[in-house]
């Protein structure tokens, strides 16, 4: 559960540090958006992938343990 809180706030916070430090002029919406959800879609398609070619039991003896 930290995990993912950790990484859904960083999806939140990281906009709002992004606007801080270049400001808002430098952004459109659509391009944060954009890359929030490319921020969740690919490593969410990549772990897909790896369960179908089955290679995710080999990655089970490296995973930090749950």
Same mark, same amino acid.
């Given at each position: 559960?930290?995990?993912?809180?950790?990484?859904?706030?960083?999806?939140? /916070?990281?906009?709002? +540090?992004?606007?801080?430090?270049?400001? @808002?002029?430098? $952004?459109? =919406?659509? #391009?944060?958006?954009?890359?929030?959800?490319?921020?969740?879609?690919?490593?969410? /398609?990549?772990?897909? +992938?790896?369960?179908?070619?089955?290679? @995710?039991?080999? $990655?089970? =003896?490296? #995973?930090?343990?749950?």
């Amino acid at each position: 559960m930290g995990t993912i809180g950790g990484y859904l706030g960083g999806l939140v /916070i990281m906009p709002l +540090i992004t606007l801080v430090f270049i400001g @808002a002029g430098f $952004l459109s =919406p659509f #391009k944060v958006i954009l890359i929030l959800v490319e921020l969740i879609l690919a490593p969410l /398609i990549a772990s897909r +992938i790896l369960m179908w070619l089955r290679v @995710a039991r080999y $990655l089970e =003896p490296v #995973k930090a343990p749950s």
